[in-house]
Every structure is written in C-alpha cells, then in structure tokens.
T-cell receptor, first 113, second 117 residues
C-alpha cells in the first residue's frame, strides 16, 4: 500500500525566511504527486502537482516542489514566506491507475512577523 | 461554479443518533470521495466511488455507509453515531484516474464539522 510521510509536524518561520517542507512516499511505480494547502477554517486547495515532465514544478503563490525519483521525495519550497502563508500543508500521492489519493499527516506552518 | 457542495456544514449529534451528509458536485466527475480530518492524523479516506451505483471502502470505513445513486451526489451515513466520529468531513471529486491526460487531482468541498456528544 502507498504511504506518505511528512517529516515536520509544525514549522515556525519568520517572514522572509526560506521554507522547505519534506515529503516522502512509498511506492515503486509511476506516481502523481500533489501539494495541497489548507488555510485556517477553509477547505483544501491545490498548490501544485507533478505527473510527468520537468521534475521541478512551480505552483501558485511562489511555491515550487522538486520530484526526486531516486529519493521518493517531493519537497515543497518557497524562497521567502509571508504571514499569509500560515496554513497546513499536505502532500499526497496516487499511483497511476484507479487509486485514490493518499495524504500525509500534514505540516502546520506558522509565519510570524 | 459551485464545484463541490457539502450539507450540512455543522451538526451536533448525541451518541446513537443517525445522520446523513450530502455531497453534490457539478463538474461531471466520475470519482467521489469522503475523507475525515482529525488533528495530527491528516486526511483519511472513508469510502469512495468510481461511478454511479458503485462504492468502495477506504482506510477507515467502519461505522459509515455510503451511496451513489446519482453521478453528481455522494451520501455519507452514520447509522449510530459515536464520539470517535467527531471530526471534520470533507467530500471531494475527481475526473477519471489513469488516463494520459488526467492526474487524479481532487476538488474539495468546504467541509462538514460533526460533533458527537
């Protein structure tokens, strides 16, 4: 069965600091990879996704993620965070074929002024 | 566009009561899902459906039932609510998985907060 591990439960950063959130998955085949964001009190929204091509994927609001197949990783990055990035971030994976998305447990990001 | 709509958004139940959460999507998606979100546990799949008239169990199906009588609707039922079912429930939908142009991206509803006393 697929599983997703997010290494950080809670990350606290100052505004303008750089961000990297780790995500590793366990599945040996071809996968689609996603990062979702959940702002306080809201539903999950897609931040970015990878399904083929360039392993460096750019998403909304200045976020990017890099797929490293050899490491089974899909880490999320942002060069300079803002207070409005305070949210919970979820990594998710599904294998090609008829499999639902499997989510990690999430990483809560708090950005302080 | 409405996207994915869940009703009700809030509900308080007593132990043993029953209720149904309704999810409706207007994107003509084949796949629909029910997840629950609990602190520190992320999102866990309860049940899902790959098309009208079909349902399948997810990671945490016990205590829940679902029905997909119409393509656009996916109902989640609790026959006898328990305090352990206090959670936020999210419905989601996606287009067909596995095709060359589909990625299984999920579109989520706003969530339904259920408290069981």
């Amino acid at each position: 069965a697929q599983s997703v591990s997010q290494h950080n439960h809670h990350v606290i950063l100052s505004e303008a600091a750089s961000l990297e959130l780790g995500c590793n998955y366990s599945y040996g085949g071809t996968v689609n990879l996603f990062w979702y964001v959940q702002y306080p009190g809201q539903h999950l929204q897609l931040l970015l996704k990878y399904f083929s091509g360039d392993p460096l994927v750019k998403g909304i609001k200045g976020f990017e993620a890099e797929f490293i197949k050899s490491k089974f990783s899909f880490n999320l990055r942002k060069p300079s965070v803002q207070w409005s990035d305070t949210a919970e971030y979820f990594c998710a994976v599904n294998a090609l074929g008829n499999t639902p998305l499997v989510f990690g447990k999430g990483t809560r990001l708090s950005v302080i002024a | 566009n409405a996207g994915v709509t869940q009703t009700p958004k809030f509900r308080v139940l007593k132990t043993g009561q029953s209720m149904t959460l309704l999810c409706a999507q207007d994107m003509n998606h084949e796949y629909m899902y029910w997840y629950r979100q609990d602190p520190g546990m992320g999102l866990r799949l309860i049940h899902y459906s790959v098309g009208e008239g079909t349902t399948a169990k997810g990671e945490v199906p016990d205590g829940y039932n679902v029905s997909r009588l119409k393509k656009q609707n996916f109902l989640l039922g609790l026959e006898s609510a328990a305090p352990s079912q206090t959670s936020v429930y999210f419905c989601a939908s996606s287009s067909l998985l596995g095709g060359p142009t589909t990625t299984g991206e999920l579109f989520f509803g706003e969530g339904s907060r259920l408290t069981v006393l």
